[in-house]
């Protein structure tokens, strides 16, 4: 529990940024679901049996064993979490002027594909930037934006699509099947590989059982191979569907690719049979895959969403709708509609909702997106999303209440902040750093 005066005087030690608040200080932390599920019995028993050799880990050949049956994948190259798998992908697949499509940019995936010297270009569906439409698979992508992007620059420059699902930043929005399968035919149209970003795969997979026509007697497992089947490789953050603290994996299905994946890891991750990982961490996350198909778990997991999601529309609080699957994203326009974007409207929100109860959520707009790398200048999102995140099996309903009834406080506040200046800004990936002042 924590007080009014130690929440004001913490949150200003933190430069109004969630990410700079101590846990300590923190309720509720809904800042994240990476790394922050709680391991099962299953799991943590096999931390028990890590086998600790430095080269040829029998936890390894469990894991690639294990990503081989539900993700269906040839190859694993581990990393120390996801955006080590993104590194190394970008470092081997892109060069200086190559253009990169995908479903909404991810923070790190973007910054690892611009770091190679490609541009990311946007390819998702519009309804994806409109907080309002009620698309099913609003993480779908644009045929025809794709194809106008594979027209323009050709195999040479394009070095694959990025494709994610769920989308994060569309507020944890599906991919249907029918739309991946269309995505492979076009991209083997223009001879383009497909990377998975396999984060939240099995959240995916679950949608697509409850939503898409022909897919609803189907299994979790079954669908997400399915899905897995029309793409050529992903990159996994462990910390999310896998249910560990940390970890990440490349997988590839190239022999080629994976041989240059497997040189590389040894340069920045460690060797190509643990890849920053222990032996234990590697058991945990076999274990955590499997748990995570189970299609109880995954009802279980986005029931909770749902839960909260469900309890703040009746109150009339503005979220992005359909509710996503690892969290719920509060739409900071309409709470602040006359807050300028340059003034953080979701960081003021963000910042608004600890200092009333301790919660912690975290920015996914202005701030998050960053700047342009060759102009310099804001991108303007038109998300401008405060996303309240669910870890896996850790808080009870009672904890959902709590939150909602926060949010409401917060919405029906008739004060109404005046928004943020930012007083530091990181080069690269500011959200998590950044330093803000009130204005006002
Ligand atoms: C978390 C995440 C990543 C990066 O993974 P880390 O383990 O945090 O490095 C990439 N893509 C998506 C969609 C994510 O949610």
């Not at 990311?120 to 309002?132: G, L, N, Q, R, Y």
């Not at 795969?201 to 007697?217: L, P, W």
């Not at 008739?414 to 204005?439: I, N, S």
Request: hydrophobic content about 35%; some cysteine; aromatic content about 10%.
């Amino acid at each position: 529990m924590t007080t009014p005066e130690m929440r004001r005087s913490a949150l200003e030690q933190a430069g109004y940024n969630t990410f700079l608040i101590r846990s300590e200080d923190v309720y509720i932390d809904l800042l994240t679901d990476s790394g922050t599920s709680a391991m099962s019995d299953y799991q943590w028993a096999g931390m028990m049996l890590g086998d600790e050799a430095y080269a040829g880990s029998r936890n390894y050949y469990n894991l690639e064993n294990t990503v081989r049956k539900y993700y269906g994948y040839k190859h694993l190259i581990p990393t120390h979490q996801g955006r080590g798998a993104e590194h190394i992908l970008s470092q081997i697949s892109t060069k200086p002027g190559d253009v990169v499509p995908g479903n909404m940019y991810f923070t790190t995936t973007r910054y690892h594909q611009e770091h190679a010297g490609a541009k990311f270009v946007d390819v998702i569906i519009d309804e994806a930037h409109d907080p309002t439409a009620l698309h099913p698979f609003k993480g779908n992508v644009n045929l025809n934006k794709l194809e106008a992007v594979c027209k323009e620059y050709g195999k040479d420059r394009i070095p694959y699509l990025s494709l994610a699902a769920t989308v994060n930043m569309a507020g944890g929005q599906p991919v249907s099947m029918e739309n991946v399968r269309q995505v492979r035919k076009l991209c083997d149209k223009y001879e383009i590989p497909i990377m998975l970003d396999a984060t939240r795969a099995v959240e995916n997979a679950y949608f697509i059982q409850q939503r898409e026509e022909g897919y609803s007697h189907k299994s979790v497992e079954d669908i997400l191979k399915e899905f897995c089947s029309y793409t050529d490789g992903g990159t996994m953050s462990g910390k999310k569907d896998p249910l560990v603290n940390i970890g990440g994996w490349l997988s590839l299905n190239d022999d080629g690719l994976a041989e240059k994946a497997r040189n590389m890891v040894v340069v920045y991750e460690g060797l190509h049979t643990y890849g920053g990982m222990s032996g234990r961490d590697m058991e945990a996350m076999a274990r955590g895959i499997e748990e995570s198909v189970e299609d109880d778990h995954m009802r279980a997991r986005i029931g909770q969403v749902e839960y909260l999601g469900e309890l703040l529309l009746e109150w009339g609080i503005p979220i992005v709708q359909p509710i996503g699957g690892h969290a719920v994203y509060l739409d900071a326009r309409r709470f602040y509609p006359d807050m300028a974007q340059d003034q953080f409207p979701a960081q003021t929100l963000a910042a608004e909702l600890y200092l009333d109860s301790g919660v912690r959520a975290m920015e996914r707009g202005i701030v998050s997106a960053g700047r342009d790398v060759v102009t310099g200048k804001n991108h303007y999102p038109k998300l401008e999303l405060v996303r309240l995140t669910i870890p896996r099996r850790v808080y009870t309903q009672a904890h959902m209440d709590v939150t909602a009834e926060s949010v409401l406080n917060v919405y029906s506040n008739p004060k109404k902040p005046k928004g943020l200046q930012m007083v530091y800004e990181p080069e690269y990936l500011r959200f998590f750093q950044a330093r803000f002042t009130p204005l006002g």
